[in-house]
């Protein structure tokens, strides 16, 4: 397993943005593909957006392109997803995820071990 902390979440109201962070204990985050996904109440887990290892490509969920953005800080062994103009929609339990297998973590959206996680409410 290769374990990562989810942190960012919270309370934004619609149109607005929040960061959220992905950090590994253990390993260097650069040489594994790193995805988000998000949880609504009463939803299935859903893949949001995701990151090759060496960024070489990226993946978005279709409602999130042009708002969210995956990036990676190396020194900081941490990835983060940007989160801008927020709609209700996304309010979620948000979970990250790490992956020698780019193909199952960022086409199938397919992972087996599952954090805490973050909580993220878009309400006015």
Do not use: H
């Not at 943005?17 to 859903?46: D, H, T, V």
């Not at 927020?86 to 959206?109: F, G, H, R």
Request: proline share 3%; net charge positive; aromatic share 12%.
């Amino acid at each position: 397993q290769l374990q990562v902390v989810e942190s960012g979440g919270g309370l934004a109201r619609p149109g607005g943005s929040l960061r959220l962070s992905c950090a590994a204990s253990g390993f260097r985050l650069n040489l594994y593909a790193i995805g988000w996904f998000r949880q609504a109440p009463g939803k299935e887990r859903e893949g949001v957006s995701c990151l090759s290892s060496g960024d070489v490509k990226t993946y978005y969920l279709d409602s999130v392109k042009g708002r969210f953005t995956i990036s990676r800080d190396n020194a900081k062994n941490t990835v983060y997803l940007q989160m801008d103009n927020l709609k209700p929609e996304d309010t979620a339990v948000y979970y990250c995820a790490a992956s020698p297998l780019v193909y199952d973590l960022c086409v199938l959206w397919r992972n087996d071990y599952w954090g805490q996680g973050t909580q993220v409410t878009v309400s006015s």
